[in-house]
């Protein structure tokens, strides 16, 4: 089945871009995704990228895709500490069957 | 748009009894509602797909009698632990497809359940 690996922790000040990086075994998924989970929440849909495109912006966010490696990034610009959350990375094929990676917590410094 | 709502947020039972979660889809039709369960510091891990008038699918190793999922209307999905155990303790999350195009899901706040 389809694994999806991210790091457990990242730390970073306040101010200072984040990146945090997910690798995946299957390369069927259509798109792939960013979710945010604040404690004691939901997931929050940050964005998304379509599997034929390489990189997408949307103001704060990058997401970079490695078909190739297998690898996607999620990069914020300007961190702040009300980023401090756990960050999933998750892929589909074509269904709403989703497999999420292992969640990075990401601890912003003030 | 896109909101479910969940509901406890919390809950506390004693081992034995039973517990019901709900998870309402505030602003458009849920036909399908995954149920995931999520262990500290851990990924969710899909426990069963609702399909409103139909048998929920469950996913290997989940008792259908333990979690009982019933999708009665479009907008109402429910997941009962019955004889809940302290293992069964666990932060439970519902989500339901929002975007035909992308796939994106909407999620449900979230209930953490804890059995003594």
């Known amino acids: 089945g389809e694994d999806v690996e991210q790091s457990l922790f990242l730390s970073v000040r306040e101010g200072d871009s984040s990146v945090i990086n997910c690798t995946y075994t299957d390369s069927s998924s259509t798109y792939l995704y960013w979710y945010k989970q604040e404690p004691g929440a939901g997931l929050q849909l940050l964005t998304y990228?379509?599997?034929?495109?390489d990189m997408k912006q949307d103001q704060r966010l990058t997401v970079l895709l490695n078909k190739k490696d297998k690898h996607l990034s999620l990069r914020i610009a300007d961190t702040q500490t009300g980023d401090s959350a756990i960050y999933f990375c998750a892929g589909t094929s074509g269904t709403y069957k989703y497999i999420f990676g292992t969640g990075t917590r990401l601890k912003v410094l003030a | 748009g896109a909101v479910v709502s969940q509901h406890p947020s919390w809950v506390i039972c004693k081992s034995g009894t039973s517990v019901k979660i709900e998870c309402r889809s505030l602003?458009?039709?849920?036909?399908?509602m995954f149920w995931y369960r999520q262990f500290p510091k851990q990924s969710l891990m899909l426990m069963a797909t609702s399909n409103e008038g139909s048998k929920a699918t469950y996913e290997q190793g989940v008792e259908k009698d333990k979690f009982l999922i019933n999708h009665a209307s479009l907008t109402l999905s429910t997941l009962t632990v019955t004889s809940a155990h302290p293992e069964d303790s666990s932060f439970y999350i519902c989500s339901a497809p929002r975007d035909r195009g992308t796939y994106g899901y909407t999620f449900g706040s979230g209930t953490r359940l804890t059995v003594v």
């Open positions: 990228i379509f599997s034929n495109m």
């Open positions: 602003d458009f039709q849920a036909t399908t």
